[in-house]
């Protein structure tokens, strides 16, 4: 089920007064839960390895923890003197990984020209290896995250120039 499915169900589910909704498709399960009585949020992680559960009030906005692989971080704009530089943000938590395996090379360096769908690093999230690739053709003007180490979600990773 794709992020956007996910937010869609979310919406629908706060403007109506369905209090539960559970959705199966092969080992991807996920239940949203709406909370009438007007407690704070609350996020529960359940034991199997892609299974969410979210519990909200129905005029609260509501977050996603996901562990399904994210699709390619989006471009945002960089505080970098060039303002025609761009940061490639990670799209969720996990570990960076600049190249496949420790005697692979690196996906990209400073100074390389890649290509919009090009693979930029992979983030380890719950031992799946998510892949993100580039939204653009663009340069790699700067690598910020450090190889085989923790990143945030929205963590900077690269700079890059639009080409």
Do not use: W
Not at 82 to 109: C, E, L, Q, W
């Amino acid at each position: 089920m794709e992020y956007k499915q996910i937010q869609e169900l979310i919406k629908t589910i706060n403007k109506s007064n369905i209090s539960e909704l559970s959705i199966e498709e092969g080992d991807f399960k996920i239940t949203i839960k709406q909370d009438f009585t007007g407690q704070p949020q609350q996020y529960v992680m359940a034991p199997a390895p892609v299974q969410h559960v979210l519990a909200a009030p129905a005029s609260a906005p509501v977050a996603i923890e996901t562990s399904v692989p994210a699709a390619a971080p989006k471009p945002a704009p960089s505080a970098d003197s060039n303002a025609n530089h761009i940061t490639i943000k990670s799209p969720m938590i996990g570990t960076f990984y600049r190249s496949p395996s420790p005697d692979k090379p690196v996906f990209v360096n400073v100074g390389d020209e890649i290509k919009k769908g090009s693979t930029l690093c992979i983030i380890e999230a719950m031992k799946l290896f998510n892949e993100i690739e580039s939204e653009m053709n663009c340069r790699i003007i700067k690598v910020i995250a450090d190889d085989s180490t923790p990143v945030e979600y929205d963590q900077p990773l690269f700079i890059v120039e639009p080409m």
